[in-house]
């Protein structure tokens, strides 16, 4: 179905484990050669590439910070030194990083917050933006980059959370000026905004918590990884989505209708 990601050079932030990995996975079994990324390289991940590599694909990974501008420059150029260029960026590193009620939230928090969501996603993408358009101009294929909304950037975000819902909202906003400005460059951007996903991101939750959180769920549960990666591969694939830019696909169970 996705024929044409076959050997598409993939760039996915935030991916050592959750959606990311999920999404990673699913890339190299259709073939893609796949760049994984986390703050730090997990004592598995010599094995969790062993495994993407027998699905078909070929796959690294890079650690870097991407809370700082130098090292989202230093992933791409690692990526690209390794892969040869960029063909699709995936910009899924993000988090609540904690919750903190309004009054109070100091400037470390704030920059935590903003630096993990806003500005990896903008240097990155800054970063790949020759590489993207490179791409299209080589292929004559349109280059991909696909971000990660969420439904808090369209409600506002849970107790706390408000600066990480806003972060959300800038993400789903600053696209539109990117498919403004950049659709002459051969890259169409969408995103795949998650509803509530059964990772890490939700440790903090007990059973009861859960059970509040499924009973608001139309499908009345949480989403799993691996439900998520197909939406990545849908805006990734020239054939599926060649004439889909600017749109926000949310993969929530029906939690949220926009
Ligand atoms: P997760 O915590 O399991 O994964 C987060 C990933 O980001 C990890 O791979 C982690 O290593 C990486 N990361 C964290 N800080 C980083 C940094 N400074 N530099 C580089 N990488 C870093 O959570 P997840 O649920 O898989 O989240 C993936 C994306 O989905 C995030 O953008 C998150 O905001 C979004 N999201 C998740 C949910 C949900 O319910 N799980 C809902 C809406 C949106």
Redesign the pocket.
Known sequence: MFADLKNRRVLI?????????AVAKAFAAAGAHVGL???RRPDDMEATLGTMGAAGGEAEFFA????STEQCRSLVEAFVARFGGIDVLIN????LVGRTPLAEIDDGFYDAVMD??VR?TLMVTRFALPHLQASAAQSGQSASVIS?G???GYTGGGPGASLYGAAKAWIHNVQKNWVNFHTKDGIRFNIVS????D????ADKDEAARARVSAGIPMGRFGR?EEAAPAFLFFASNMASGYVTGQILDVNGGQYMP
């Open positions: 932030t935030g991916s050592s484990q959750g959606i990311g990995l990324n986390g703050r870097a910070d991407l809370s899924n590193a993000g988090g993990l969501n990896s990660v969420s439904i808090a998650p509803g509530t996903f990772t890490a991101f939700h990884p």
